[in-house]
């Protein structure tokens, strides 16, 4: 690894300093956007040398001089536009602004993306590679090079992998890039990925998948006149930045919003219709409109019989595996079925069938479950009905990822999207494959041959995906170990259910986790309990590709290590992206390459091979001929756009960071197949498109062959025959149903002073683990009270302002209390963004954005948490941190909930049962708590009981239905059973 001296930054030591400029600032341009609203920035053309008046230097009018380099936010999935101003002299960073030519932010960004000029020049982040040298937890590190950490982890790899197929784990929270890091673990030949899947999103993905084969929504919000969200979405949800622009220019059209949020969110306050609901009712609203649509003859029947399994639904029936009420309709239903072919004519059983149903989901049923005027449901129905096609829907975690069952909740939403023929037309509700653009990189390894029981648990047979929150209870039983397990942008002792289960697997480091190492730009709860910590970079300072479904076009975005392009600008040579970082801060795309590389130097292994260079045979590929390779071959149009500018796609990304792959890509399920004559296309029962061989190519729709969904049966699946012959026959299973939450009316008694605590809501202003570190975000938002019903703060006797203790399943936390209409009476809520904590006082977690703690183990499964003091200001090179006035930053309560794995879909169901609630004692302060793990464990085993194993209902022998998606799918041979 080469040396090459390029100007130094003061980022984490100094306050960065700017030089002036003699030349005068010209005008910016003027952008109007779709909602009216004017914006200026200044032209592309002049972006590699602009000057601006410093705003800070004011009255005195001081020019300075920048390159503007465009890269990515990374402060949550949005993929926003940036861009950097670096200064032509100093190469110091002055700000971040939007990106104009951005096609999903469009220049636009929330309070998160210029907070990215606060985790540069943030005092505290880790600038060099650390090792420990105490025990874990007791905060002694050294610093060692980067040569000494790829070599010391790479033997323990290499020791690893010659020993068993999946010793080493990769475990990401948001990965911030597509694909790369993906391929890198396959090119190690083990099923080694593990997400944070199961704690965010993994049941509105099975709900859609077991739909249509694909796991997120895109919703058309722009163009959408109505809109339906199951969340606080327009505020804090996935993607909500460019999604909040394009709702409200929606709005402004004339769109209706309607919200089901127990909590009076922003959100909920801007919508026409905001529906309170009782966690776990939403189904029973979603179905009354459904039923009222149906009973009512308002569906698109034309689109449902083109496009659902209305067929195999039927054929269901007349098998006995779904029930019906009338009998009459079941003996009509299996004549017309014991014919060789249903006909078209048919489809009125169908929709005789769909009125039986539902007939039982009456908005007098809903107003009741759910606790909302029957008013509001009526006026949701009527909206929706009148949307004309164009029902913009969204759910990704709220509710769904709230209850037992909360996968239904996806599915239900979508059967109003189905109702209405609003799947993939303009205004309507789109799919991730159809929105987003993710590139194939120049060599792909083979799927691993193996299967990681680790993390996808023979219990868990359709879990979407990994099923991380368990890791630590079934590393506690004895399933298994790992040899060198790597977090990145992932904090598990703190983000998750039970940290204190983690706790203990990272403590028992020769049975457990025997080489844990943490990649992460800044302290946090879990890295303290690592082995090695590798400073990774922030957004600004790394290379990675994004692209979301941000809207119903496709694009691609570039994300870049900004000083690093700067000097290549100015002529520069940097070898690797940690010369021209604060430190020696590296990036992850680099540390991999290098880590693979030694992992097997001799390429005995067959690894290196998929790290040499398509340009140089033999040679160890280097960053920008990974993105030169792609932006070259696997991005359709840009070598054509770069041609016309006289640039190489390379150099066409690294100047916009953005490209337009598609301005929209409506309904691609109806995109008519290329076939010829050799083909021998053939039509099944079911309208497959076969070919001569018999595969299933795509669905016949008026005598077309179409692409079809991305399922088994190329329909939208209304009827699961995956979910029926994977031992969840069940109705409320096989078609949208209602489920019945593990936090339903029946288990709460109020009168003993029981509630459900709401503990998955986020704020817009925060960032997961990695807000602590930004000074702005956390003056705006440092606490997490306890919302409270006045009714409620009535009974116990409670005021905004008190500390309360509140009892969990495994044991109890200490927080303050906010009085508020905001929040339905019975429930309290409590944000997840915050509670942040160290052990010592000047190391560790920012000391403006933490709690000072002691942790008392008391080696029986025991662990409390006492609350030293909150945050306060400190000296540092930021003159900022010394003006810190806030000391509560809240609670971490994820600690005290224990796992509530989804039997079906594997998410953690977030809700809690509260078994009690009262005011603190005398010396208890905010934040501190108490957790038997013996209960953890006991909860954990109850939850398990609830799953029905792959060995006892897989119908093919087979682990998991190998058409359901799963990062890093191994292959076939590996998804039997063992013997």
Not at 296 to 317: R, S
């Amino acid at each position: 690894m080469t040396k090459t001296k390029v100007p130094q930054t003061s980022a984490g030591t100094a306050v960065p300093q700017f030089t002036a400029s003699d030349r005068k600032p010209i005008k910016l341009t003027e952008v109007v956007h779709p909602d009216g609203r004017i914006s200026q920035y200044p032209p592309s053309d002049v972006w590699d040398d602009w000057v601006e008046w410093d705003g800070k230097e004011w009255p005195k009018k001081v020019a300075r001089r920048y390159t503007l380099v465009p890269t990515v936010c990374f402060n949550c999935e949005s993929a926003c536009g940036l861009l950097a101003y670096v200064d032509k002299d100093t190469y110091e960073i002055r700000k971040f602004e939007g990106n104009p030519v951005h096609p999903g932010s469009r220049g636009r960004n929330c309070a998160k993306g210029p907070a990215t000029h606060n985790q540069v020049y943030d005092p505290e982040r880790i600038l060099y590679p650390l090792k420990r040298v105490g025990k874990r937890g007791e905060g002694k590190w050294e610093q060692i090079s980067w040569e000494q950490a790829l070599n010391e982890i790479a033997e323990k790899m290499r020791e690893s992998k010659k020993r068993r197929p999946n010793g080493i784990v990769y475990h990401v929270g948001r990965p911030g890039e597509d694909g790369y890091t993906n391929r890198i673990v396959q090119t190690w030949g083990m099923d080694g990925h593990n997400s944070h899947t199961n704690i965010c999103s993994s049941s509105a993905r099975a709900g859609y998948n077991f739909w249509l084969g694909q796991d997120r929504p895109s919703p058309d919000f722009a163009n959408a006149r109505v809109i339906l969200l199951i969340s606080s979405h327009l505020e804090t949800g996935h993607y909500f930045n460019p999604h909040a622009q394009r709702i409200i220019e929606a709005k402004t059209d004339g769109a209706k919003l309607i919200t089901f949020d127990p909590r009076l969110s922003n959100t909920a306050s801007m919508s026409d219709v905001w529906l309170p609901t009782y966690p776990g009712s939403e189904n029973t609203i979603l179905l009354s409109i459904a039923n009222h649509l149906i009973q009512n003859n308002l569906y698109n029947k034309d689109f449902m019989q083109k496009w659902v399994n209305w067929k195999e639904t039927l054929q269901a029936v007349a098998d006995g595996k779904l029930s019906v009420n009338s009998d009459q309709l079941a003996a009509e239903i299996r004549s017309a079925c014991s014919s060789s072919n249903l006909q078209p004519s048919t489809f009125d059983l169908f929709d005789r069938l769909l009125k039986d149903l539902y007939a039982e989901y009456t908005f007098e049923r809903a107003a009741k479950e759910s606790e909302v005027p029957i008013e509001r449901i009526q006026e949701t129905a009527r909206l929706v009905a009148n949307c004309e096609g164009k029902l913009a829907t969204h759910v990704w975690r709220s509710a769904s990822v709230g209850n037992l069952g909360g996968w239904q909740v996806a599915r239900c939403l979508l059967f109003l999207n189905v109702l209405t023929g609003s799947i993939g037309n303009k205004g309507g509700t789109s799919m991730t494959g159809w929105n987003k653009f993710v590139p194939k990189p120049f060599k792909g390894a083979p799927a691993p041959e193996t299967w990681n029981e680790l993390h996808y648990p023979i219990e868990y047979p359709l879990a979407h995906y990994e099923m991380s929150i368990l890791l630590p209870h079934m590393l506690e039983e004895g399933r298994g170990d790992i040899d060198v397990y790597f977090t990145r942008v992932y904090n598990p002792m703190w983000v998750n259910p039970d940290g204190f289960m983690w706790l203990k697997a990272l403590k028992d480091e020769d049975s457990k986790i025997k080489c844990y190492v943490a990649l992460t730009p800044t302290w946090n709860e879990t890295a303290w309990f690592a082995d090695y910590v590798l400073p990774t970079g922030h957004g600004p300072e790394r290379h990675d590709l994004m692209s979301q479904e941000t809207h119903a076009g496709q694009w691609i975005a570039f994300r870049q290590p900004v000083r690093r392009v700067a000097m290549e600008r100015a002529g520069m040579k940097v070898d690797f992206t940690y010369q021209a970082n604060p430190g020696e801060v590296w990036e992850e795309n680099e540390f991999w390459i290098q880590l693979s590389a030694k992992m097997d130097p001799d390429g005995s292994l067959g690894i290196r091979q998929w790290f040499e260079s398509p340009y140089r045979p033999g040679e160890i590929i280097t960053v920008d001929e990974y993105y030169q390779w792609i932006f070259e071959n696997s991005v359709p149009g840009l070598p054509e756009a770069a041609a016309k500018e006289g640039l190489t796609p390379l150099a066409y990304m690294r100047k916009y960071g953005v490209f337009e792959v598609k301005k929209e890509n409506y309904s691609p399920f109806d995109k008519t197949l290329h076939t010829t004559p050799e083909t021998g296309l053939t039509t099944d029962e079911h309208d497959r498109a076969r070919d001569s061989s018999g595969a299933v190519l795509g669905l016949m729709v008026d005598g077309q062959p179409k692409a079809g969904f991305d399922t088994p049966s190329k329909k939208l699946e209304f009827f699961s025959d995956t979910l029926s012959n994977w031992g969840w026959a069940e109705k409320e299973n096989v078609i949208p149903w209602t489920v019945k939450s593990h936090v339903h009316p029946d288990t709460i008694d109020r009168s003993k002073g029981e509630m459900i605590l709401l503990p998955n809501f986020r704020l817009p202003t925060l960032i997961h683990t990695r807000s602590a570190n930004a000074k702005w975000l956390y003056e705006i938002s440092h606490k997490n009270p306890i919302w409270m019903n006045p009714e409620d703060a009535q009974r116990f006797g409670l005021e905004t302002g008190d500390l309360a203790k509140v009892e969990t399943e495994i044991g109890h936390f200490v927080d303050s209390v906010w009085v508020t209409e905001g929040i339905k009476p019975g429930i309290i809520a409590i944000s997840h963004h915050l509670g942040r904590w160290r052990l010592q006082e000047d190391k560790g977690v920012s000391k403006g954005s933490s709690n000072l703690v002691e942790l008392h183990d008391d080696g029986k499964g025991g662990f409390l948490m006492r609350v030293v003091h909150g945050a306060k200001a400190w000296e540092s090179s930021d003159p900022d941190t010394s003006r810190i006035w806030w000391s509560n930053v809240g609670v971490n309560q994820n600690l005290a909930h224990a796992v509530h794995p989804d039997p079906i879909s594997g998410v953690h169901c977030w809700l809690q049962k509260v078994f009690s609630i009262r005011k603190a004692e005398p010396g208890e302060k905010a934040g501190d708590l108490f957790v038997d793990t013996n209960k953890s464990m006991e909860i954990y085993r109850k939850w398990l009981a609830m799953t029905r194993s792959a060995d006892k209902v897989s119908p093919d022998g087979n682990r998991r239905p190998y058409w359901l998606a799963r990062p890093l799918k191994p292959t076939k041979e590996a998804y039997k059973l063992p013997k």
